[in-house]
């Protein structure tokens, strides 16, 4: 039998008008009610991880469900006492992040939600944890950084990171365990650890923009992206084509508004206009072939300030070519890179002539401040004698020059180490800003070469990446539009 609001429903009402309004419907079958509800919240799928850490974040490592606002939904920790109780569960924490505490090794941990949305609330699920609380590597060189990160920003002010957070599909291969990194302890390399202090280190710096370079497709989906967005950040993701790892941006949500995102694999788009005009300049086809041969990509996010709603940032995150011998092929990456931005830079200007559109543009350039990229992007020129066009013997650009006109400067200068490892250390890591429009409020100190050193190089038990975060306060001078 079915009612609605305790009243028999007659037998021809179609189902459809039912439904616009269950609110009040009922289904009885053999003495027993049930609520009949439209559309209620769901959850199809929770797992807590395999590895936690006391001291680290830890969440759902996938949370599945329909119909269901995150952010409303109820989530509870409990853990249990093995030896006194071992069938009793104690109630730690809410909320979709907890943080174990030392008291919490050894227990497993059991989390359960009831899954919400606007209107209505489903059924509980909760999962225990497979294996138990484990002892953290303590204090990490990044909670000292965090030391100067403790204060959100406000008005013209905000904070930036960019930080290359080592792919786990480099990190996972026999050869990174046994040639590049075999200092480094294979549990420490494993992502399932990594990820909590890398999530640790980014939620600490208290940042409104978030560029981050070899960012897995799974650690985005079912890590970063659910974490930071139940801290009210939003993101964007894109891979380096047919790779599975790439670039990802962050905002803060409660400061910007999202107004557009675009991206370009620069091997498929040669025709971009300033590009086009150097690259029919090139006569070598290995060094075309070699260019052609790459999935290095920009992404580039437009914000809008809540705060300052005449202000516009164009956000640049790029991740640059690797090779040794391939200084030449990274600078014309790299004045693609500028130019596209510029391009971007000067089409939202046009779409918004009541605004400031200001640019930064974050990411690893494999690039050391001696060579070309650095030149191009703070001093405005390339000469056609830079010695980038010689890195390779057989594949050397001549007679060609490069300019861009955006006023540039590193904002965390020229670190002497932003990767370290015992066979290479430099600086490859910057974020870029138009001097012109900013002022730097602060840089976040870099960790010492004792902290470093300490575990012979990078990634090890306290460092989460070969690379070290970025991280700095930049300041809009603010213009009155005429």
């Known amino acids: 039998m079915l009612l609605k609001n305790d009243v028999k429903v007659d037998g021809d009402t179609l189902c459809e008008s039912l439904l616009q309004d269950s609110a009040e419907l009922k289904l009885v079958i053999f003495e027993k009610t049930f609520l009949v509800k439209r559309n209620a919240p769901y959850i199809t799928k929770i797992s807590l991880p395999s590895c936690i850490l006391a001291g680290f974040p830890t969440y759902p490592s996938k949370f599945e469900s329909l119909y269901t606002d995150t952010k409303r939904s109820i989530f509870d920790w409990y853990r249990n006492d093995p030896v006194n109780k071992p069938n009793s569960w104690t109630h730690v924490g809410n909320g979709y992040l907890y943080v174990p505490s030392v008291t919490d090794i050894g227990r497993h941990l059991k989390i359960s939600c009831e899954p919400r949305n606007e209107s209505d609330s489903g059924s509980k699920m909760e999962i225990q944890s497979k294996n138990v609380v484990e002892a953290g590597p303590g204090e990490c060189p990044f909670d000292i950084r965090h030391q100067f990160t403790k204060h959100k920003l406000s008005d013209r002010s905000f904070r930036v990171i960019s930080y290359n957070i080592l792919a786990d599909t480099y990190a996972d291969s026999d050869f990174s365990k046994d040639v590049l990194f075999p200092y480094c302890p294979q549990y420490a390399l494993d992502m399932d650890y990594r990820k909590q202090l890398i999530l640790k280190e980014i939620i600490g710096f208290n940042s409104d923009i978030i560029c981050l370079q070899e960012v897995d497709k799974n650690i985005y989906e079912y890590d970063l992206l659910p974490s930071l967005y139940m801290l009210n950040y939003d993101g964007v993701f894109v891979t380096k084509n047919e790779v599975?790892?790439?670039?990802?941006?962050?905002?803060?949500?409660?400061?910007?508004?999202?107004?557009?995102?675009?991206?370009?694999?620069?091997?498929?788009?040669?025709?971009?206009?300033?590009?086009?005009?150097?690259?029919?300049?090139?006569?070598?086809?290995?060094?075309?072939?070699?260019?052609?041969?790459?999935?290095?990509?920009?992404?580039?996010?437009?914000?809008?300030?809540?705060?300052?709603?005449?202000?516009?940032?164009?956000?640049?995150?790029?991740?640059?070519?690797?090779?040794?011998?391939?200084?030449?092929?990274?600078?014309?990456?790299?004045?693609?890179?500028?130019?596209?931005?510029?391009?971007?830079?000067?089409?939202?200007?046009?779409?918004?002539?009541?605004?400031?559109?200001?640019?930064?543009?974050?990411?690893?350039?494999?690039?050391?401040?001696?060579?070309?990229?650095?030149?191009?992007?703070?001093?405005?020129?390339?000469?056609e004698t830079c010695e980038d066009w010689k890195s390779n013997a057989e594949e050397v650009i001549k007679n060609i020059s490069l300019t861009q006109d955006l006023c540039m400067s590193s904002a965390c200068?020229?670190?002497?180490?932003?990767?370290?490892?015992?066979?290479?250390?430099?600086?490859?890591?910057?974020?870029?800003?138009?001097?012109?429009?900013?002022?730097?409020?602060?840089?976040?100190?870099?960790?010492?070469?004792?902290?470093?050193?300490?575990?012979?190089?990078?990634?090890?038990?306290?460092?989460?990446?070969?690379?070290?975060?970025?991280?700095?306060?930049?300041?809009?001078?603010?213009y009155n539009k005429l």
Not at 413 to 432: K, Q, R, V
Not at 460 to 478: A, E, M, N, R
């Open 244 to 383: 599975n790892e790439g670039l990802a941006t962050f905002f803060n949500q409660n400061r910007f508004e999202k107004l557009g995102f675009e991206r370009s694999i620069m091997a498929q788009n040669v025709d971009l206009p300033k590009f086009a005009a150097i690259w029919s300049k090139i006569d070598n086809d290995k060094i075309k072939a070699r260019f052609l041969n790459r999935n290095t990509t920009i992404q580039v996010t437009t914000l809008r300030s809540k705060e300052n709603r005449s202000e516009i940032l164009v956000i640049g995150n790029t991740h640059l070519y690797f090779k040794p011998d391939a200084d030449h092929i990274r600078l014309l990456q790299g004045y693609y890179a500028i130019t596209y931005l510029h391009d971007i830079a000067k089409r939202i200007q046009e779409e918004n002539p009541e605004c400031n559109v200001s640019v930064i543009f974050c990411g690893d350039f494999n690039s050391v401040p001696e060579c070309g990229i650095y030149q191009l992007i703070t001093k405005n020129y390339v000469s």
């Open 413 to 478: 200068g020229m670190p002497e180490y932003t990767n370290y490892t015992p066979e290479f250390s430099a600086c490859l890591d910057y974020i870029f800003y138009e001097r012109d429009k900013f002022e730097v409020e602060q840089v976040v100190p870099m960790p010492s070469k004792e902290e470093l050193t300490l575990h012979t190089g990078l990634p090890s038990v306290v460092f989460p990446s070969d690379h070290i975060s970025l991280c700095t306060d930049l300041k809009l001078k603010g």
